[in-house]
């Protein structure tokens, strides 16, 4: 379970000191947690608070039981990150060398890594371009491909960081189907107000605040007003 | 992008023979090729390593033109070397610049295009790991050097984007708007880069 007491995140700026997140508490035990807001809303510093890449100036963030202050190297193992831009987060130049990259933390023995490698990536569909350079991987498949790269550690929880805003429609339906056949806690940051519907719940997030909180229907409607679209 | 993608090139398996040679071997190639050359400052042994290193990016079965195309701007680069000697009165050490210039990108190209990233990683952390002793951490090593090389044809890319962004625009000949704006876009890869690594855990442990 995703818990945050009391966090708050402060950024320095040129033009001052800015809060970005303010005092947010809250509990996230469901499987499928979607996370909405304006841009610069700071939906996307909440997610980077549950895997570790940002930290809190005050409170304190745990992911099943671990303080990130002092397990962010075990809380990161337990989370993974999937980045609005699969090319940044993908390092290796092919798919299979990006997925043995992950693996290479958990299987010592090349042979075997690739070999599971590939069991992992025909897993998603994705053998037919496992090879190939991930210039020449439409949007979906890098996308998917980046999927792949987090879950080859099996983790227990999946954050993704508007992991459709770069998608065409189909590619974009792709990757939400293979969201919604993850097994992981998935908790998602997005401007897909349709896909946000299909999760257990949503958050608001508003001005570093969570503004609404609760099933889909009733906070996609109050985000809907607050944005002034209805 | 996909066009800076081959500024050094990719593996793509082909099942040529030099494929399956050894990483250190073809270290070994990379170094016997390019270094006498460029000590020896020779034009007989430059001709012979270049046709030798096009020879083997050939039979590693590469179409010529994507292992032996030169980028716009390393031709330009090339060109005006040459020029520059042949302007000061010595064309033919102009010739053997330019062409260790080019033996050495082939030669680079006769490894990167030739074994898997992964391959090549491993072999740098073998070749770091003594020196563990002192401090060096060979997995983070192996790793820094390939991100380094994979920034290169990102950068050139970005170089390239700032161009047309600025042509588009009507803005040409504004050379240091574009190096700015290249350098901005180059921290933000930076960045983005250090997070990947951080959120998969590469910073974390050993590999």
Redo the contacts between chains.
């Keep these: 379970m995703i818990k945050l007491d009391g966090v708050t995140v402060a950024a320095d700026t040129p033009a001052g000191p800015k809060t970005i997140l303010d005092a947010i508490t809250c509990q996230l035990p469901e499987q499928r947690v979607a996370l909405v807001g304006g841009n610069g809303s700071g939906k996307s510093t909440f997610l980077r608070l549950v895997?570790?890449?940002a930290a809190p100036s005050a409170g304190r963030v745990e992911v099943d039981g671990l303080d990130l202050a002092a397990n962010?190297?075990e809380v990161?193992?337990r989370v993974?990150?999937v980045?609005t831009?699969p090319m940044?987060?993908?390092?290796?130049?092919?798919p299979v060398?990006d997925v043995?990259?992950?693996l290479?933390?958990v299987i010592r023995k090349?042979s075997e890594r690739r070999a599971e490698a590939w069991r992992r990536l025909a897993a998603w569909g994705l053998e037919s371009v496992a090879?190939?350079?991930?210039?020449?991987l439409s949007g979906g498949e890098r996308q998917l491909a980046a999927l792949v790269?987090?879950l080859a550690?099996d983790p227990a929880v999946i954050a993704a960081d508007e992991p459709t805003t770069l998608l065409d429609l189909r590619n974009a339906r792709r990757l939400r189907e293979a969201f919604a056949a993850l097994s992981q806690q998935v908790v998602v940051a997005t401007h897909d107000l349709a896909w946000a519907a299909d999760f257990e719940r949503v958050l608001v997030i508003d001005a570093g605040r969570i503004a609404a909180d609760g099933a889909p229907g009733e906070t996609i409607s109050f985000y809907r007003r607050l944005a002034g679209d209805g | 992008?996909?066009k800076a993608?081959r500024w050094f090139g990719?593996?793509?398996?082909l099942g040529s023979a030099v494929e399956r040679w050894s990483v250190g071997v073809k270290y070994a190639l990379l170094l016997g090729l390019s270094l006498p050359c460029f000590i020896i400052q020779r034009w007989p042994l430059t001709s012979a390593a270049l046709l030798a290193a096009a020879g083997l990016l050939l039979a590693a079965k590469l179409r010529a033109r994507q292992a032996l195309g030169l980028a716009p701007g390393f031709f330009s680069l090339v060109v005006v070397l040459a020029v520059f000697h042949a302007v000061t009165g010595d064309w033919l050490g102009g010739l053997v610049v330019a062409g260790n210039l080019v033996l050495a990108l082939w030669a680079a190209r006769l490894v990167t295009m030739t074994t898997?990233?992964?391959l090549l990683i491993?072999a740098l952390v073998t070749v770091a790991r003594p020196f563990s002793r002192l401090g060096l951490q060979p997995e983070r090593f192996g790793?820094a050097v390939?991100?380094m090389l994979?920034s290169l044809p990102r950068l050139s890319g970005a170089l390239a984007g700032a161009r047309q962004a600025a042509a588009a625009r009507g803005l040409r000949g504004h050379v240091g708007r574009q190096v700015t704006q290249v350098a901005v876009q180059a921290v933000g890869?930076a960045q983005?880069?250090g997070?990947?690594?951080?959120?998969?855990?590469?910073g974390?442990?050993?590999?």
């Design positions: 895997n570790g890449l962010a190297a990161r193992r993974g990150f980045f831009d940044a987060q993908l390092l290796m130049p092919t060398e043995e990259l992950s290479s933390r090349r090879e190939t350079s991930l210039y020449d790269t987090v550690v | 992008m996909a993608d990719t593996y793509h398996p898997p990233a992964s491993d790793l390939h991100i994979r890869y983005a880069t997070d990947a690594m951080t959120a998969r855990g590469l974390d442990g050993e590999r």
